[in-house]
């Protein structure tokens, strides 16, 4: 792309400079000027991929003409289980950087940062320096619902209410990884082998299979297998905070800068924007929870624990942090109940993730739909009508403010 752009250039410039010759002055004069202000007009676009929405409104808002930006998770996909092309693998490798989210949420991050490397490509982790959330993940497939068995209000305290003294332990656990982060799986893989007797002793038992046990563990982890799923120990959908959003634009706003120092004043100022426009978003967030009259909505899948993190409200998730997680039947009758005892009268669907289980919760409880948008992807409807960061979370606030009455 790069070369092309040269040469159609330098073309242009050696048309021009023919037409010139063959005229008089004044035609020369004419046809010279244009000839000389197309390649300083011309500034070549960086080539920027994206992993999920957000990151690629705030680089397309914070780049502005300086950016071509795609997002590599098609619209109406969702990140947690999509898997590149190729193909696509091979056009990231040709552009100038790779913007992703991390925390585990792109599970084909790993692969593609190592096809990556000895490109010319800029690596750029968007939630670097964010203190992650640890979710619970302790029964991430018993549907981290424990507060819907027998003793409803001190459990639905413990998963749920991060005013009371529950959440100080969480935050120890989030201590606990904030020096793992993108090695955090890595490091939990290393200290299960050794907390481990018997996996020790099938290292040592073993031999012939010790490779296989490994690369067996390694899946079980992924998969959150052996009540441990490595990939979300801390919550990932930290764009859903839009104060925390700001971090995140400024990593890009600050790789963008780095690629193309010529043009950092508009970078900065657009980030400026950006900025301000997140703030006041929390702002009106912040007056919708205040005036509302509950605190607690039913949603498919548990990925706003940022919303009760910031705001103090309180989500029950019918999946998991992935929706990949869903409950199973006496996870699912919990659920029932703690939806008829909080009194819910909506069940919060989103735009990319199955209803099925979800739709079964609705019937049972006697509850309405209503539709969150979790950011992650847009869908076609979305990009129909112009949406963006700002449009949509907006229109979240609304939701959420009907779902709290």
Known sequence: MKKLSSLFASILIASSFLAACGGGNEQAEEQEQPATEEPNEEVEALELFTTIFPLED????????????????????DAHTFEP??????????????????????????????????????????????????????????????????????????????????????????????????????????????????HAHEEEDDHGHEHDDHAHEEDD??????????????????????????????????????????????FNANFEEVKAEL????????????AAEKDTFLVSHAGYGYWEERYGVKQIGIAGISPTNEPSQRQLQDIIELANEYGLQYVLFEQNIPTKVAEVVKDEVGAEALY????????????ENDEDYFSLMRRNIEVLETALQ
């Open 221 to 266: 982890h992924d998969h959150g297998h052996d009540d441990h799923a490595h990939d979300h120990d801390e919550d990932p959908h930290v764009w859903l905070d839009p104060i925390l959003s700001i971090t995140l634009a400024e990593n890009i706003k600050n790789a963008l800068v780095e690629l193309m120092p010529e043009q950092e004043e508009v």
């Open 372 to 383: 969150l948008h979790n950011l992650e992807a847009l869908i076609e409807e979305d990009v």
């Open 58 to 77: 705030f680089a397309t808002k914070i780049g502005g003409e300086f950016v071509n930006v795609t997002n590599i998770v098609p619209v109406g996909a």
């Open 279 to 290: 703030e006041a978003i929390d702002a009106e967030f912040q007056a919708m929870v205040e």
């Open 85 to 198: 092309t190729a193909r696509e693998m091979i056009s990231v490798a040709e552009g100038d950087a790779f913007i992703y989210n991390g925390a585990g949420l792109e599970g084909f991050v790993d692969a593609l940062i190592e096809t990556l490397e000895g490109e010319e490509v800029a690596i750029v982790k968007a939630s670097e320096g964010i203190d992650f959330i640890d979710y619970d993940h302790d029964h991430s497939q018993d549907h981290d619902h424990d507060h819907a068995h027998d003793d409803h209000g001190h459990e639905d305290d413990h998963d749920h209410d991060h005013a009371h003294d529950d959440h100080a332990h969480e935050e120890e656990d989030e201590h606990d990884h904030d020096h793992a982060h993108d090695d955090h799986a890595h490091e939990d893989d290393h200290d299960h082998d050794h907390a481990h007797d018997d």
